[in-house]
């Protein structure tokens, strides 16, 4: 078996129908959101940006964390973030934030037993070696360190927008009108 077919069965358990049926209950969380903030550490931060960048061609209120413009979270509110292992610092301290304000969190992760997870009110569970698990007997992905995780953070979130798209009733040419024109 080559390296591109060692990696696509790899990528198959993170694109399961159990794993994709989590799908369905974040859409619609995310749907009836009044703002979304979202955020990541790492790599697993850029994927948060990026998942940030298509609920906002979708037309949602969508924001990163940390930047200038994020507003502050309310009821009503979602706070999504990504702990792969399960536990970030930073990600445990602003999901008590958010909370504290009364807004919900979705937690992806590929630990749902973590501390961030076990805390946040809805989570998403993608089955991927992350970096906390990536030497001696824990290693499962040919990728290095949190690749897997990653790789598929960014596969099960477009197959998200897709669900978010439908549910919200947006057109691919009302997404792509709000794409930036400041490129």
Known sequence: ????????????????????????????????????????????????????????????????????????????????????PGEFSTVAALVGVAQGAGARVICVTAEPGGTVPQAADLVLHIPAQTMAADQGTATTSILPMGSLYEALMFLVFELLVLDLRDRLGITPEAMRANHTNLE
């Not at 078996?1 to 995310?30: H, N």
């Not at 850029?46 to 949602?60: N, S, W």
């Open 1 to 84: 078996m080559d390296l591109a077919d060692r990696l696509l069965s790899e990528l198959r358990p993170g694109l399961a129908p159990d794993v994709l049926a989590q799908l369905g209950p974040v859409a619609e969380a995310l749907a009836q959101a009044g703002r979304i903030a979202c955020y990541g550490v790492g790599r697993e931060g850029l994927m948060m940006k990026a998942l940030a960048m298509r609920l906002y061609h979708l037309g949602c209120d969508a924001h990163v964390v940390g930047d200038m413009t994020t507003p502050p979270l309310a009821a009503g509110d979602i706070l999504m973030v990504s702990a792969g």
